[in-house]
């Protein structure tokens, strides 16, 4: 069993930074993909970024692109999302998930990620 533990969110005004970190136990951290997803109020949960298991791989929503970075520290049990140039559409609550098939052709898909974090919130005020 696989626990993960979102931290990192917050307020920021509009341009602002966060950098969410997801901490992750069990000894077969390294070999999943993870991803973040998000998910705001009314509305799906939806893909942010995924990256595989040894990092050489990474994919960002259009959303995303050129302003989130994702990042792994397997050594430390860690994944991380950089968010730069915040805007208030990004308002969401934010989740790490982790699939341990490490199927990178599903990375996008929330339902083919086995373990779920609690969520962080993250706020961007206009």
């Known amino acids: 069993q696989v626990q993960l533990v979102e931290s990192g969110g917050g307020l920021v005004q509009t341009g602002g930074s966060l950098r969410l970190s997801c901490a992750a136990s069990g000894r077969t951290f390294s070999s999943y993909v993870m991803g973040w997803f998000r998910q705001a109020p009314g509305k799906e949960r939806e893909f942010v970024a995924a990256?595989?298991?040894?990092?050489?791989?990474?994919d960002y929503a259009d959303s995303a692109k050129g302003r989130f970075t994702i990042s792994r520290d397997n050594a430390k049990n860690t994944v991380y999302l950089q968010m730069n140039s915040l805007k208030p559409e990004d308002t969401a609550v934010y989740y790490c998930a982790g699939d341990r098939t490490g199927d990178w052709g599903m990375r996008m898909t929330p339902t083919k990620y086995d373990y779920w974090g609690q969520g962080t919130q993250v706020t961007v005020s206009s």
């Open positions: 990256i595989s298991w040894l990092g050489h791989s990474t």
